[in-house]
């Protein structure tokens, strides 16, 4: 099944910066693009704010009217619209279950502060089976110049990775941008070490070139599916989040995964995500992962 990149729009700023930049990648992808609204009657004593066919007509006439500045600009792009009745969180989760990707707005002001990122768009990011893309308002396709690259987080196994690298190659592809795989690694704590890992350790040559060599491992089905995707290995000490946004300034998108488990107090985005997704300057796609 052919899935449409899905944007979720409510006429903010942030959320026309989220639907040009899917609309872009839909362009690329040869995908179609669906816009989506939710809305929800609501009533007001102190003004005329019409009865609910009037607001709902009032919603559906405005999101037809952004989505038609799309189709001028993209006049071979198939574009859909939603108005969907129901509770924001729950009509994005659900969207995005059927879309390649769902793409959402989120403030920004400036490079340091990078995102702030509401209750929904957490919600969203943390309850959704598919990735999810947040653009800041103000994105430029400037940014989308060659020489950026697609940076992508790695840990793990390879199978942890999986899903991460698969989207940050399918987007270099279609871009023709290089892919900066970044593994980070700090010193593991005297009662991690047993026999076998440092039996692991020993036989590659150190803590770093066992890293370098768990990155080539996870990389290596990628580099034969994309061989025409540039690659770069990046392997650093540090924190993950901390490395990742070290190189977020060389990234026109940032890819990271997140764990897709329920805990005790519901789902979580996990800690790298969370700092990435707060900080980052350019669009951060968060690929959920079994």
Known sequence: MTRPITAGVD??????????????????????LR????????????????????????????????????????????VTTDVLEGDTVDTLVAAAADAEMLVLGSRGHGPVVGFLLGSVGQQ?????????????????PSAEVAGHEI????????????????????????????VRAVRAWTLPPVFAYSPGSMKLLDEAGGLEPYERKALGEALKPWRERFPEVPVIEHVEIGSAGQVLLSVAGQAQLMV????????????????????????AGCPVAVVPHA
């Open 11 to 32: 006429g903010s700023e942030e959320s026309l910066a989220a639907l040009a930049w899917a609309a872009r990648e839909a362009v690329r992808r040869g995908l179609a």
């Open 35 to 78: 816009v989506v609204q939710a809305w929800r009657f609501q009533s007001h004593e102190a003004i005329d704010a019409g009865d609910r066919d009037t607001q709902e007509r009032w919603v559906r006439d405005a999101v037809a009217e952004t989505a038609r500045t799309v189709t001028e600009r993209h006049p071979d792009l198939e």
């Open 124 to 140: 969203v990011i943390a309850e959704a089976s598919r990735p999810v893309v947040l653009v800041r308002a103000g994105d430029q």
């Open 151 to 178: 940076v992508v987080g790695q840990q793990g196994a390879p199978d942890d990775s999986a899903d991460a690298l698969r989207f940050a190659f399918e987007t270099a592809a279609v871009r023709g941008a290089t």
């Open 256 to 279: 990271v995964g997140r764990r897709a488990h329920r805990t005790a107090v519901g789902a979580r985005i996990g800690s790298v995500a969370h700092g990435v997704l707060h900080h």
